[in-house]
């Protein structure tokens, strides 16, 4: 709804008709009310005080009161009759056109407040397993000092005079209804502030909200809180919280369909010999245990270390090996392996045997 700035008789609360001292004694009255410095400089009486000031100025002139009488004439003829009957007149009419158009009044909805939008970034296991994370949000909420009333002292806010405390007003041939701008659509003219809020009626809540994760989440996932939301005034019905995640990757853990597989480094003596090995899983640090004949083995399993499955089972944790091979070798380590290497002979290194035939296969000319 936008707002509507009353015109000067309005603000004034005279009728277009009044004469210049009616004018001034209205100007006196409303500036005893609505003066700042009995307000402790309040921003609605500094307001309202412009509105009044800005129209005795206008008006107590009468060479400007007759070109502002021409402008609003054009603006609202119809303040211009001044006749509460007329306006009434212009209501049913518009009452009339309504029925015979078929269109009733729009019944209220029930007012409803924000939703609160974030975006939030879940650990690698809560997305996996499922869970609770907490998320951060910052909004309004009904003030406790005041219960949403933007004051604690309701006596010292006088009804406003230009809207008769509807907080709309109703204007030209089309009868516009709008907020009034004098009293910001309160319909009370709010001079004395709550301390908490200042005049608002909504509080800044920081606060932390709990938010359940399902298993296998996703980024991109978009999860509803119910009734988390903005709750603008008392008797409202509170917004939703929507948290959209995003899932933090894990420094070694990848997702395999069921599966997750971590790329392991091993050294050549665990390579060879075997050992034990420290893995990462889900629950927590794990430590595997390496066979002895490693030899063309470069993946192992562990049973029951994945993400869980609909069934309620879970897959498997894929630990592939690769080793790794020293960069910082001198002469004396190269010669000594070379040594080793012919000690061995090529039958040691299956792999590389096996790619020898498979590239000899290649190489043969075709029969």
């Not at 500036?31 to 412009?50: K, L, N, W």
């Not at 993400?307 to 020293?326: I, K």
Request: aromatic fraction near 4%.
């Amino acid at each position: 709804m936008e707002l509507y700035v009353p015109d000067h008789y309005r603000v004034l609360g005279v009728p277009v008709t009044a004469d210049a001292s009616a004018i001034r004694e209205a100007y006196r009255k409303l500036s005893r009310v609505y003066h700042p410095d009995r307000h402790g400089g309040s921003a609605r009486a500094t307001c309202c005080f412009q509105f009044i000031s800005s129209a005795h100025t206008e008006l107590s002139d009468p060479l400007r009161r007759l070109n502002y009488d021409r402008q609003l004439l054009l603006s609202d003829p119809l303040r211009m009759v001044d006749d509460p009957r007329a306006a009434r007149a212009l209501d049913v009419l518009e009452l009339v056109v309504r029925r015979i158009r078929r269109q009733p009044e729009a019944l209220p909805g029930a007012a409803r407040g924000r939703d609160l939008r974030v975006r939030h970034t879940v650990p690698f296991r809560v997305a996996a397993l499922g869970g609770t994370t907490m998320v951060a949000v910052s909004y309004d909420s009904v003030c406790g000092g005041c219960r949403g009333q933007g004051t604690t002292e309701p006596a010292r806010n006088p009804v406003c005079h230009v809207c008769q405390g509807q907080g709309t007003v109703k204007h030209g041939l089309r009868r516009a209804n709008d907020e009034c701008a004098f009293c910001a659509g309160r319909g009370a003219v709010l001079l004395a502030c709550c301390a908490d809020c200042g005049g608002r009626g909504l509080a800044r809540i920081d606060r932390q909200i709990g938010v359940a994760v399902p298993p296998r989440a996703h980024p991109g996932l978009v999860l509803r809180a119910r009734g988390m939301g903005e709750t603008p005034a008392l008797g409202t019905q509170p917004g939703d919280l929507v948290v959209e995640l995003d899932v933090a990757p894990h420094p070694v853990l990848e997702v395999q369909g069921d599966d997750l597989l971590a790329c392991v480094p091993v050294t050549w003596l665990q390579a060879v010999a075997g050992g034990t090995l420290q893995v990462p899983t889900l629950e927590g640090t794990e430590r595997l245990t390496l066979p002895t004949d490693m030899a063309g083995r470069r993946e192992l399993r562990i049973a029951h270390r994945g993400l869980p499955r609909p069934d309620g089972s879970r897959g498997a944790l894929r630990v592939r090996l690769s080793v790794d091979v020293p960069t910082a070798l001198g002469a004396d380590d190269v010669a000594a392996v070379a040594q080793m290497q012919q000690r061995w002979g090529d039958g040691a290194f299956a792999a590389v045997t096996d790619y020898a035939r498979k590239l000899d296969a290649c190489s043969d000319p075709p029969a």
